[in-house]
């Protein structure tokens, strides 16, 4: 019997790395990667070009979507000095997840997720209440998951060292890079 068809929501390299190892084993998975967020654009097509890396290390397609951060910055403009975890990251992930279950249902997948929970930094509990909501909206099962469990996030820290892949030090918009409440404090140094 062929395995249900996956689509996940790529956010970086070394987490896809890990995450996308575990599900293989019980879906047919394509990645997509989908991260308006990300800036500026030169660390945009870093982390996109080490998600093409560990998708053809792996033997997955990857699905990429356009770069607009233009319209992911009204969005989110008015929470631009929430500490990060605070409200707009909820819309962000809102943001991206709506897009993989959009995107899901208009390619026929049989679900969709996303890898973001294996991050200490993100909240596992919003990002499947969101996940789940547009799931229902558009017609596609969402995958609940924390993949930070079980150690999760330690193991793809080693896998990604094994691999030489790239582990950024802020998790992708400019406030998250300034510092958590969005001031023009030095970049913090902490790798995700
Ligand atoms: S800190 Fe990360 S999850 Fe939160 S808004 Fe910025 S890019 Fe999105």
């Not at 998250?176 to 409440?181: C, F, I, L, P, V």
Request: glycine share 8%; charged share 30%.
């Amino acid at each position: 019997m062929p395995k249900p068809r996956l689509l996940v929501h790529i956010c970086c390299a070394p987490d896809a790395a890990y995450v996308i190892g575990l599900l293989r084993e019980n879906y047919d998975v394509t990645g997509f990667f989908s991260n308006p967020n990300i800036q500026p654009a030169e660390e945009y097509e870093r982390r996109l070009e080490e998600a093409r890396k560990v998708a053809a290390i792996l033997g997955v397609r990857l699905i990429e979507d356009g770069y607009d951060p233009s319209r992911w910055m009204r969005v989110t403009h008015k929470f631009r000095h929430e500490p990060e975890k605070g409200r707009r990251c909820d819309v962000c992930y809102a943001f991206r997840l709506e897009r993989t279950a959009r995107t899901a249902s208009g390619l026929g997948f049989d679900g969709f997720t996303t890898i973001m929970s294996l991050s200490p930094w993100k909240k596992a509990a919003a990002l499947n209440r969101i996940g789940k909501m547009f799931g229902r909206r558009h017609g596609v099962e969402f995958l609940e998951a924390d993949f930070k469990k079980k150690d999760g996030f330690r193991k793809s820290v080693a896998l990604s060292k094994d691999l030489n892949l790239y582990r950024q030090d802020y998790c992708g918009c400019l406030y998250s890079r300034r510092g958590d409440k969005g001031t023009p404090d030095e970049p913090k140094k902490a790798l995700r």
